[in-house]
């Protein structure tokens, strides 16, 4: 709580308390250290009066103990005690044994024997010094034991403790005043620079600046600050510049836009009139041509030369594969009006389903063909049943001269990466990967239609849903040993465990 006080202040407040509280502290601690030496040395005084205060009072009472006179040893230690603070005096004898004591009130405990000859003991009330007795020939007779109270030391460190704190105290405030008059040579910029810095936020008047005054690290800011102050008010010049640019060209890029939209309109009811003309003027001719060539057959057969016969059913077989072509680019040309029915689709279903349909023509020849376990995916049922079913029949098509013919359906990694690519592999005629490019445009084909039939639209038709879709197609090959086909589409959970990995090149 007090620290987001303290955070909250204005900065000359913080300053005031930051310089009186380090005066306060400063002036404290020096106090404070002083009382702890001026304690050390009154002890050390006190132990040494009280010593040599033994020595006299040891010295006189030395003969009382030879002669073993307790009541003139009491009376030695009666007179030595009239010092000021001495409330008690033994002597022991030299076994330890108590001869003769001294107690200022019948209240004071007596004295314990010595541990040992010259020590002295500190409680929080007295100290008591041990000194030992002897005779002119310095033979030990006894030990004198003498206690005297604390108070002197008290009484001195009560006038230096009230001295400290009135000084601390004087300090304070002095060091308040005089922080109150110095803040201002520190905040007084800083508050300068923060007005400034707000009124240019709030005008956006980047033309003011801070007057400098001095050489100091605050004249540095404030000069910084100006300086910053001219980037930034030529910068905005100079985006008022790009931004009218920018309207300009964004009006531009509309109008285009709207151009290309008209033309765009334009191209697609050409298109539809295209279309139109496509399925109704030229299949009406094709029928007639279809229709007389058929009649012709079935009324002249008899009268008409073999090769007659052979060219009019050339005529219509190729009647069929315009038919085929005129329906593959009508299919074409619909993909990018076809609005996308997407849901969640069973793959392995449909690639079973597509399997089972298109065998059904092949079935005297010996074709082997297998599903692997194929992850569902996100997309339109029908359309990426067309892929299917082009991607299939291509492969019953190219692999019709193997025995057996070999063709799978199945799911592999892309480049470790996670993302699944489907697969449907053949071992038929393969292609030249250097032609791999062509096999996606429309009426491209890289094998002669005399050996291999086909209107070349069925890749294009593929490669343009599995786009839509938001996926890609590309093809791997070998002349002579086959063809894969992979293709990407959206999967409806993306959590769903990998199948096996196969490394594979994004072609």
């Not at 002669?67 to 009491?74: L, M």
């Not at 098509?397 to 592999?425: M, N």
Request: hydrophobic content about 45%; aromatic content about 6%; proline content about 4%.
């Amino acid at each position: 709580m007090m620290r987001r006080r303290f955070q909250s202040l204005p900065i000359a407040s913080k300053l005031r308390v930051v310089i009186t509280a380090a005066c306060v502290i400063v002036i404290f601690l020096t106090g404070l250290a002083l009382m702890v030496a001026e304690t050390l040395i009154l002890r050390n005084r006190m132990v040494a009066a009280l010593d040599a205060r033994a020595n006299v009072v040891s010295a006189n009472a030395a003969a009382a103990v030879m002669f073993h006179s307790p009541h003139d040893a009491e009376e030695i230690l009666r007179a030595g005690g009239t010092d000021e603070g001495v409330v008690a005096a033994t002597i022991f004898d030299e076994h330890g044994a108590e001869f003769a004591r001294y107690l200022a009130t019948p209240a004071e405990p007596p004295i314990a024997p010595p541990g040992s000859p010259h020590q002295h003991v500190f409680t929080v009330n007295d100290v008591t010094v041990w000194t030992p007795m002897q005779t002119a020939d310095h033979r030990a007779i006894g030990t004198l034991a003498v206690r005297r109270t604390l108070g002197t030391l008290y009484e001195r460190l009560a006038i230096f403790g009230g001295v400290t704190v009135a000084v601390t105290l004087a300090a304070g405030a002095l060091a308040w005043v005089l922080s109150h008059f110095l803040q201002r040579i520190f905040s007084a910029p800083v508050l300068t620079l923060a007005r400034a810095a707000e009124s240019v936020t709030g005008s956006r008047d980047f033309s003011a600046r801070v007057p400098v005054a001095g050489t100091d690290e605050l004249a540095q800011l404030a000069h910084a600050f100006n300086i910053m102050l001219g980037a930034v008010q030529a910068s905005h010049a100079e985006t008022k510049v790009l931004y009218a640019q920018l309207e300009a060209h964004a009006r531009q890029l509309e109008t285009r836009v709207q151009e290309r939209t008209a033309e765009l309109q334009a191209a697609y009811r050409e298109l539809e009139a295209f279309s139109y003309s496509v399925s109704h003027d030229l299949r009406s001719p094709l029928r007639s041509i279809n229709g007389f060539t058929e009649a012709l057959l079935e009324d002249g057969e008899n009268r008409l030369s073999t090769d007659s016969v052979q060219h009019a059913r050339r005529v219509i077989a190729a009647v069929g594969r315009m038919n085929r072509l005129i329906d593959g680019l009508l299919d074409f040309s619909r993909l990018s009006k076809r609005e996308l029915r997407a849901e969640t689709i069973d793959l392995h279903a449909l690639a079973r389903d597509v399997v089972a349909e298109l065998s059904a023509d092949t079935a005297r020849r010996n074709v082997e063909v297998s599903v692997a376990a194929l992850s569902p995916c996100f997309g339109d049922p029908t359309l990426i049943r067309q892929v299917l079913v082009n991607l299939v029949s291509n492969a019953f098509k190219y692999s019709r001269e193997r025995d057996p013919a070999l063709i799978s359906i199945s799911e592999e990694l892309i480049d470790g990466t996670g993302r699944r690519a489907y697969v449907v592999r053949d071992n038929g005629a393969g292609f030249d990967m250097q032609h791999a490019g062509r096999l996606f445009q429309v009426f491209e084909r890289l094998h002669d239609a005399r050996q291999f039939e086909g209107t070349g639209i069925g890749l294009a038709t593929s490669k343009r849903i599995v786009e839509r879709h938001g996926g890609r197609i590309w093809a791997e090959a070998t002349p002579g040993k086959g063809a894969a086909f992979f293709f990407t589409l959206a999967l409806p959970d993306t959590t769903a465990p990998a199948l096996p990995v196969a490394a594979l090149r994004a072609g």
